[in-house]
Nanobody, 123 residues
Framework: VQLQASGGGLVQAGGSLRLSCAASERSFSSRAKGWFRQAPGKEREFVAAISWGGGNTNYADSVKGRFTISRDNAKNTVYLQMNSLKPEDTAVYYC?????????????????WGQGTLVTVSS
C-alpha cells in the first residue's frame, strides 16, 4: 500500500498551494486521513484530518481558516488546500491514513505514511 503526496513547491507569503495524496488501493477510501508537517529541527505535527466519508474534519489552530482538507473517494485522493500561506508554514508535508473511520489528531494512530512533499513559503 502506498500513499503518494504531491503538490509542494515554493510560494510567496500570501500565496496558495494544493497538496494531493493518492492511495494505491481503493480499500483506503474507508479510512480517515490526515496531513501532518515537519519543519527543520521540529517534531512532526498535526495539520488536518478528515473522516472516511468527508463529513467531519479537524484542523490545528495554526491553520484554521486558511487550510481546507477534502477527499474524493472515487479517486482515492485526499487534498489539502492551503491559502494565505505564511513563512512559518514551511515544512515537509506528509499525508497519512489511520485504520479508523473517524477523525483523529493522534499521530500514533496513523499506520500508513506518504513520502512527504516540501512546501517552502518565502517572505
Amino acid at each position: 500500500v502506498q500513499l503518494q503526496a504531491s503538490g509542494g513547491g515554493l510560494v510567496q507569503a500570501g500565496g496558495s498551494l494544493r497538496l494531493s495524496c493518492a492511495a494505491s488501493e481503493r480499500s483506503f477510501s474507508s479510512r480517515a486521513k490526515g496531513w501532518f508537517r515537519q519543519a527543520p529541527g521540529k517534531e512532526r505535527e498535526f495539520v488536518a484530518a478528515i473522516s472516511w466519508g468527508g463529513g467531519n474534519t479537524n484542523y490545528a489552530d495554526s491553520v484554521k481558516g486558511r487550510f481546507t482538507i477534502s477527499r474524493d473517494n472515487a479517486k482515492n485522493t485526499v487534498y489539502l488546500q492551503m491559502n494565505s500561506l505564511k513563512p512559518e508554514d514551511t515544512a515537509v508535508y506528509y499525508c497519512a491514513a489511520t485504520s479508523r473511520m473517524v477523525v483523529t489528531t493522534d499521530i500514533t494512530l496513523y499506520d500508513y505514511w506518504g513520502q512527504g512533499t516540501l512546501v517552502t513559503v518565502s517572505s
